[in-house]
T-cell receptor, first 114, second 112 residues
Framework: SAVISQKPSRDICQRGTSLTIQCQVD?????MFWYRQQPGQSLTLIAT?????????ESGFVIDKFPISRPNLTFSTLTVSNMSPEDSSIYLC???????????FGPGTRLTVL | KQEVTQIPAALSVPEGENLVLNCSFT??????LQWFRQDPGKGLTSLLL?????REQTSGRLNASLDKSSGRSTLYIAASQPGDSATYLC???????????FGTGTRLKVLA
């Protein structure tokens, strides 16, 4: 299994600013993903964080709005740029060992944009 | 395109009941299916992972089954307890990938 931590756990931000969320895994993992969970909704995949290369974004999500870094096999960041109230959500990081396919999730970052 | 549906959306039961949560998916070409639990305002906790070659997995009072041909999975919770109250989510990969599509979830409340 993998233990995942995220920072910050929550934040309240002003419209037009940016927030960077960190995701740390306690072991090397092949796959890391970022999800968004809007209030009362299920999870939606934002992108796959690729180590050493550009992230792979899902339809409806773009790099300018959600830049992602993954400098090594245990760490990734997601930035929510030029925030608006519609970005208020829980952002979750997940990781998986390709061989086993099981995904483990971090505790999430609750973002409120005023 | 993979679509995942969970029924019921919400469930309220007295403590001690056995219950079944359902998950349906449209594309049966999956590597696996995973069940999660989410407490309010928290992240997801992995409960059970079923590989495509398996028919069921058990962990304590939880038993998950998988019928790929019919596009269904069930999560069986035996002797439910108030601590089981949470939202239960199933997730399956999109065809040929490891990217998960999540169901809408079942919100469970177990009454003491």
């Amino acid at each position: 299994s993998a233990v995942i931590s995220q920072k910050p756990s929550r934040d309240i931000c002003q419209r037009g600013t940016s927030l960077t969320i960190q995701c740390q895994v306690d072991s090397q993992v092949t796959m890391m993903f970022w999800y968004r969970q809007q209030p009362g909704q299920s999870l939606t995949l934002i992108a796959t964080a690729n180590q050493g290369s550009e992230a792979t974004y899902e339809s409806g999500f773009v790099i300018d709005k959600f830049p992602i870094s993954r400098p090594n096999l245990t760490f990734s960041t997601l930035t929510v740029s030029n925030m608006s109230p519609e970005d208020s959500s829980i952002y979750l990081c997940s990781a998986g060992l390709a061989y086993y396919n099981e995904q483990f999730f971090g505790p999430g970052t609750r973002l409120t944009v005023l | 395109k993979q679509e995942v549906t969970q029924i019921p959306a919400a469930l309220s039961v007295p403590e001690g009941e056995n219950l079944v949560l359902n998950c349906s998916f449209t594309d049966s070409a999956i590597y696996n299916l995973q069940w999660f639990r989410q407490d309010p305002g928290k992240g997801l906790t992995s409960l059970l992972l079923i590989q495509s070659s398996q028919r069921e997995q058990t962990s304590g009072r939880l038993n998950a089954s998988l019928d790929k041909s019919s596009g269904r999975s069930t999560l069986y919770i035996a002797a439910s307890q108030p601590g089981d109250s949470a939202t239960y989510l199933c997730a399956v990969p999109t065809s040929g990938t490891y990217k998960y599509i999540f169901g809408t979830g079942t919100r469970l409340k177990v009454l003491a």
